[in-house]
């Protein structure tokens, strides 16, 4: 069986402590084959909130896959965010803004969806929608296909709209086309899963993550993260179950929440 954990929205420079380790005690417990780190990992994208991520993902002990956010690019610094808008993220987690996990139960693609023009909208190219549809054609039958973006593909609230990733919907016909299963976001600070309807060929699901552990959180949304387990476990062959764990302030320690099973077609 493969786990995923999915952590998003860190904005170190605004976490919690308690919020911190409770995390990190998850991840022990869980062991997952990889972790998701789907953007806005700083606040402010300062040298000392890169260094404070990068401490904290080095104690979960898996390997990462990690994509800049609308945070992780210096907003006051117009130096910096002109010139090398991505130099502080790529010396904390390497020069690759769009890295790939491949293994026998998972294909993760990254994607950079910021850009340094933009204060926090994100768009994907016709570009990056074709490597991302490349790279999904050559996926082996039993890996669980994963896109991970920053800006949501799909939202649950009609106030959310604005935040919708530019070029979504071609991006989301031309993956499902290739074969993706889900596509991972983060940004709005509200989690859920939702299958997608843009016309599709097949069956796609949008999962989104919560703030893993910032005190910038949504009124009565605590902080949260996703655990995706691939394999064997679920209650028939070839389901995809997908949690959602909370932060209880009362246990301090994330606890599971919600359960979602989700069927990837392989027609």
């Given at each position: 069986?493969?786990?995923?954990?999915?952590?998003?929205?860190?904005?170190?420079?605004?976490?919690?402590?308690?919020?911190?380790?409770?995390?990190?005690?998850?991840?022990?417990?869980?062991?997952?084959?990889?972790?998701?780190?789907?953007?806005?990992?700083?606040?402010?994208?300062?040298?000392?909130?890169?260094?404070?991520?990068?401490?904290?993902?080095?104690?979960?002990?898996?390997?990462?896959?990690?994509?800049p956010?609308?945070?992780?690019?210096?907003?006051?610094?117009?130096?910096?965010?002109?010139?090398?808008?991505?130099?502080?993220?790529?010396?904390?987690?390497?020069?690759?803004?769009?890295?790939?996990?491949?293994?026998?139960?998972?294909?993760?693609?990254?994607?950079?969806?910021t850009?340094?023009?933009?204060h926090?909208?994100?768009?994907?190219?016709?570009?990056?929608?074709?490597?991302?549809?490349?790279?999904?054609?050559?996926?082996?039958?039993g890996?669980?296909?994963?896109?991970?973006?920053?800006?949501?593909?799909?939202?649950t609230?009609?106030?959310?709209?604005?935040?919708?990733?530019?070029?979504?919907?071609?991006?989301?016909?031309?993956?499902?086309?290739?074969?993706?299963?889900?596509v991972?976001?983060?940004?709005?600070?509200?989690?859920?899963?939702?299958?997608?309807?843009?016309?599709?060929?097949?069956?796609?699901?949008?999962?989104?993550?919560?703030?893993?552990?910032?005190?910038?959180l949504?009124?009565?949304?605590?902080?949260?993260?996703?655990?995706?387990?691939?394999?064997?476990?679920?209650?028939?062959p070839?389901?995809?179950?997908?949690?959602?764990?909370?932060f209880?302030?009362?246990?301090?320690?994330?606890?599971?929440?919600?359960?979602?099973?989700?069927?990837?077609?392989?027609?």
């Amino acid at each position: 069986m493969s786990v995923l954990l999915q952590i998003s929205d860190t904005h170190f420079g605004t976490e919690q402590p308690p919020v911190v380790a409770a995390l990190l005690a998850l991840a022990r417990q869980q062991r997952p084959e990889l972790v998701v780190l789907s953007g806005d990992i700083t606040q402010r994208a300062r040298p000392a909130q890169f260094l404070a991520a990068r401490a904290f993902t080095e104690q979960l002990a898996a390997p990462l896959l990690a994509i800049p956010g609308n945070h992780d690019i210096p907003l006051f610094d117009l130096w910096a965010r002109l010139r090398r808008p991505y130099a502080r993220h790529r010396a904390a987690f390497g020069a690759d803004l769009e890295t790939t996990h491949a293994s026998a139960g998972l294909m993760v693609l990254g994607v950079n969806t910021t850009r340094p023009w933009r204060h926090k909208h994100g768009e994907v190219s016709r570009p990056q929608i074709e490597r991302v549809a490349q790279a999904l054609a050559g996926a082996r039958p039993g890996q669980l296909r994963v896109v991970v973006v920053h800006q949501p593909v799909a939202v649950t609230r009609a106030a959310d709209a604005p935040n919708l990733l530019r070029g979504h919907a071609e991006a989301l016909r031309h993956w499902a086309a290739a074969g993706a299963d889900l596509v991972m976001g983060g940004h709005i600070h509200l989690p859920f899963v939702a299958r997608l309807d843009h016309d599709l060929s097949r069956p796609m699901w949008a999962v989104q993550a919560g703030t893993a552990m910032s005190s910038r959180l949504r009124r009565g949304v605590p902080n949260s993260v996703n655990l995706l387990r691939w394999g064997e476990s679920c209650t028939s062959p070839g389901c995809c179950q997908i949690e959602q764990w909370d932060f209880s302030a009362a246990e301090q320690a994330f606890v599971r929440m919600r359960v979602t099973e989700v069927r990837p077609s392989r027609a």
